[in-house]
């Protein structure tokens, strides 16, 4: 029996080994499933990721193909607008050439004016130095003036005084004499 129990402990062995073998095996192939089916994840996603892309491409192209025409029929009517101004600028160059002769004209006058301008500025210069010499000279005269007039009333009011003293005295000695001959 124990030979039969050595047996089948060897035989168990044995499918252990097996066993192991082929879960390492199988533990291989579902890591080689699940690195394939990343792969693939990633490969229907990059997939999915440009048919999206192809159709937005798709549609922006539609909508660039509809604004060329836009543009394209803009672009007639604007060449047809650009005649039409080409016409108008030929009528406004020969109003141009006018206006550039009287331009040229009236720029003559302004340099005559110009001149005449400058030539009174001189005047007006001149005229100012002339008043600030005549005002310096005012206001010394003023000043000598209002000096004399002080001086003077100075002078007066001495005078007033003294005439004031004098008149007092003079005042009481008539006084005097008049009650004096009244009196007797």
Partial sequence: MQRRLAEQTEQIDELTDKVGATMSQLQTLMQDIEMMDEHY????????????????????????????????????YQKRAVAILQDAGDSSESQAVQLIEQCTE???????????????????????????????????????AVKRATSMNQLMQQQTAAIDSNCGTIHRTYVFFYLYFCCF
């Fill in 41 to 76: 994840a990633r490969a229907y996603a990059r997939c999915q990721h440009l048919t999206d892309k192809l159709k937005q491409r798709t549609e922006e192209i539609a909508a660039l193909k509809l604004e060329m025409s836009e543009l394209k029929a803009q672009l007639a």
């Fill in 106 to 144: 009236m720029s003559t006058d302004l340099e005559r004016i110009h001149t005449k301008v400058d030539s009174l500025n001189g005047i007006c210069a001149t005229n100012s130095a002339q008043l600030d010499e005549l005002r310096d000279e005012h206001e010394a005269r003023t000043e000598a």
